[in-house]
């Protein structure tokens, strides 16, 4: 992984800062051969797609302007950008700063972060940067800070906001009576359940008996539920049918004038989206697999894109969580947070509990994307887990056991010392339970680091040998799956693997393997998604299954297109949602009870030739 995308992150950004044309800047113009350009310096991690967006233009009018970008733009570079009627009409000058200004100082605590600091100062990272643009280099305690006084106009930037209209007030509109019917006989509005309402403030809010909106609309003395349309009756001379009739007159007038006066108005939807990711910024070194939430977050970026592209616009909030209780909590405590409609993340298992709490207390919709142990699944309608987790996996594997591999020969391989809590012994134990249960017969064998074990008593000669490790950690198995290899020409051996056993280079038998992941990535797709990723962030691409970049992309888009269709309450008509087209996946979300939360139904089968 490069450092550019890190370097951009660790600039201080918590919020998704897309380059778009009309930021407020004042740019040096020069005329090269009789034609006027911008004269501009790439930003960190700014790409040449990036460049283009902000000016207006294109990417192929900015490359001939500037030959010598062609492998690519560097941070600091300055190249020439050709001045068009839109980017001359978009690119506004910069309001002059004022004349002095008054700072304090603050000395940084331990393990005190630039978001806590522009939050108690009420500035904005760009501002804290600015003037102490020493803490790119590091941020450690003892720093001190030069800290601009807050002033009336400052506002935290923590978020990228995006124009919208705002949306006419609702009114109830009345339900016409028979022609027949009194002034005396009951008549209908229709109301449209909310969070947290209850049928008695429903019936307070009309000034109606309890017996008689249950009259009208069975089953509702039972429960109600958010969206429901319910059957208000009011007679006619009553207060309520006036006002409303007075509502509904004003609004279809003012309708009809701004119909009539207004130009048409597209309206944009805006979509709040927070991310809580792992990047390590703090860090003064940190793991390589690290480097994978950076590329999820990179994909997911470009989903966004793709989508402001067709009018929808969003606010984003990106914290860096570390690997640190502290750092997430410090994250669920910003305010912002509770009004997004959608969290994505933790990273880490032990981190769900504490988001998932969040998400129910504050009724936010939030994908888990990594893990599949999410202890509360069925008792927190707001959770999405990506991962299927162990009894829908082993759901798919029993069906295959009765059809495809139906005649074959079960091997338990069981390592010793392994964790109770592996992965691999939780799905190996659940299924030896299954199989138990249905009287089917299969091998165990036992194995200790001493050996590389002696598989030719356990397998059948003229049978299909499925071997199932008690472990899902490679660095345990490699040695046995190394030597499984020997027993491939006498036998017909093949190893129930794990996704991520793919990105080993060691020689091994044919296996197979269950993951959410298409084995064959959509090839009218990724081609087009390589050509994006690297005109807009001019890295390499990584080689890792599943690819991270991908999984954020396909995930994000998902979710992105449910919103925009439905409102943050999508949850109530996912199901009935056709797929939504994936790259390398193809979420089906279902739940088991209406207070659970949502779990991904999409097992696919993979299969790997010996090497």
């Known amino acids: 992984m490069k450092k550019q995308l890190a370097n951009y992150i660790l600039a201080g950004f918590l919020i998704l800062t897309f380059s778009l044309a009309g930021q407020n800047h004042n740019y040096p113009t020069k005329k090269v051969n009789g034609i006027e350009y911008y004269v501009y310096t790439v930003q960190v991690s700014e790409g ?50 004022k004349a002095t200004l008054q700072f304090t100082q603050h000395k940084v605590e331990k393990k005190q972060t630039v978001f806590a600091i522009c939050q108690k100062y009420n500035i904005s990272q760009e501002e804290l940067i600015k003037y102490n643009p020493e803490i790119e280099k590091g941020f450690k305690e003892g720093l001190i800070l ?153 994909g997911a970026l470009l989903a966004i894109e793709q989508a402001k592209d067709k009018g929808i616009s969003f606010e984003i909030y990106t914290f860096d969580t570390d690997n640190s209780d502290e750092k997430l909590s410090e994250a669920l405590a910003s305010p912002e947070l509770k009004s997004v409609d959608l969290l994505i993340g933790p990273a880490f298992t032990n981190h769900v509990p504490m988001v998932s709490n969040f998400a129910k207390e504050n009724k936010i919709n939030t994908l888990i994307p990594f893990t599949g142990k999410v202890s509360d699944i069925d008792e927190n309608p707001y959770l999405f887990q990506f991962n299927p987790g162990t009894d ?85 198995v490699s040695s046995y799956i190394n030597s499984l290899s020997l027993y491939a020409p006498n036998f017909d051996v093949t190893v129930l693997g794990q996704y991520s056993w793919r990105n ?18 959509n090839i009218g797709l990724i081609g087009e998604f390589n050509k994006k990723f690297d005109q807009y962030y001019g890295k390499d691409l990584t080689n890792e299954s599943p690819r991270y970049d991908v999984l954020g992309y396909d995930l994000t888009n998902y979710f992105i297109t449910l919103i925009s269709k439905y409102g943050s309450k999508f949850g109530t008509k996912i199901s009935s949602t056709s797929s939504i087209t994936g790259i390398q996946s193809q979420p089906l979300f279902e739940r088991n009870a209406p207070d659970a939360g949502f779990i991904n139904q999409r097992v696919y089968l993979g299969e790997d030739k010996a090497r």
Request: aromatic content about 6%; glycine content about 4%; proline content about 7%.
């Open 504 to 521: 080993q280079a060691e020689k091994t038998p044919k296996s197979i393997y269950l993951s959410p992941f298409i084995s064959t990535m």
């Open 392 to 476: 829908t996996e082993l759901s798919y594997l029993m069906e295959l056991l009765s059809g495809k591999y139906k005649n074959t020969h079960i091997v338990f391989a069981e390592i010793q010392g392994v964790n109770p809590l592996d992965d691999g012994k939780l799905k190996a134990d659940a299924l030896r339970k299954e199989l138990t249960k249905g009287r089917k017969t299969f091998s165990t064998i036992e194995l200790s680091g001493s050996s590389n074990g002696d598989f030719a008593g356990v397998l059948k000669k003229g049978e299909k040998n499925l071997i199932v490790f008690n472990t899902d950690k490679f660095q345990s």
């Open 146 to 298: 030069r800290i601009p006084v807050a002033r009336k106009d400052t506002k935290p930037a923590v978020k990228e906001t995006a124009p919208t209209v705002a949306a006419a007030p609702a009114v109830a509109k009345p339900i016409s009576t028979p022609a027949a019917a009194t002034s005396k006989s009951p008549q209908f509005t229709t109301h449209t359940v909310k969070q947290d309402e209850t049928l008695f403030s429903i019936c307070k809010r009309y000034n109606v008996e309890i017996k008689d909106v249950v009259k009208a609309n069975p089953g509702s003395e039972i429960k109600i539920a958010v969206g429901t349309d319910l059957k208000i009756p009011l007679k006619s001379d009553s207060p309520k049918v006036k006002e409303l009739k007075n509502e509904t007159a004003k609004a279809e007038s003012k309708a009809v004038v701004e119909k009539q006066v207004a130009p048409k108005v597209i309206e944009k939807k805006m979509i709040r989206i927070a991310f809580l990711l792992p990047f390590m910024l703090d860090q003064a070194t940190k793991e390589a697999k690290f480097d994978r939430f950076i590329n999820f977050y990179s």
């Open 48 to 97: 040449l797609f990036a460049v283009a967006r902000k000016f207006d233009t294109t990417p192929d009018e900015v490359s001939k302007a500037n030959p010598y970008i062609k492998n690519g733009l560097k941070a600091g570079q300055e190249i020439l950008v050709p001045i068009t009627n839109k980017s001359a009409k978009n690119i506004k000058p910069e309001t002059p700063a």
